[in-house]
């Protein structure tokens, strides 16, 4: 029986790639094409696939994430070990956490004393993955990412992936000006924006809220 060269780990995070010892870079992009054609349900559009930073050199990481993007699959590259711890380590320090450090007991959003802010635009590729809330002053485009412990506040327009209560806070949200993901998660439950005409997308409409009630993920329009 022939060996695995690629393997897939399902995390909390999402899902790992894991490459086999020795394996050359042909042999594992040969292995995902050929995984991508079979349409392996690990490999649906939108999905988010991880790899350990190292385990691969920086230019053949991101030979991968072209091939992945290409298919709508997100690749991230992270340097968090696997799987990302869901238990405090420690007593919290009174410093902001690092983003690579173990996750805080879960909280309510609104007890959040940390939140990272973005001013920028997240372009494509691009990723934020922290313990805390975030505010993206920007669009959050297709094939970027956010994953929080906290809420998520997007001042624009949300198309990429976002996951908010990430280690489990379930009183997380997703608050964006214009609402439109390729795929939305809050603690563990997963949802996409409700479809809209080509023409809406467009539209300026009033901002929008995610957050959980009744078991499942609700989204309705807000005034900021």
Known sequence: MREEIVRIKGTKAGLQLLFA???TYAAIEAEIREKLAAGSGFFCRGTVMHALAGSLPEAEMEKLRHLFHENGVIFS???????????????????????????????PAEDAQQMVVVNRTLRGGQ????????????????????????SIDIRGTCRGMV??????????????DHLVPTQ????????????????DLEKPTRPERASIKD??????????
């Open 21 to 23: 010892a020795g394996a």
């Open 163 to 176: 996951h908010a209560g990430a280690f489990g806070n379930q009183k997380a949200f997703v608050i964006a």
């Open 77 to 107: 590259v992270t340097r968090a070990p696997f799987p990302l711890p869901e238990e405090p380590q420690g007593a919290p320090e009174p410093t902001a956490p690092a983003e690579a450090e173990a996750p805080a007991a879960p909280q």
């Open 215 to 224: 078991g499942q993920i609700v989204i309705e329009p807000i005034e900021r």
């Open 127 to 150: 990723e934020v993955r922290t313990q805390s809330s975030v505010l993206v002053c920007g669009n959050v485009n297709p094939g970027a990412q956010i994953i929080a412990g906290g």
């Open 184 to 199: 939305i998660r809050i603690a563990d439950l997963i949802a996409r924006a409700p479809d809209k005409a080509p023409a």
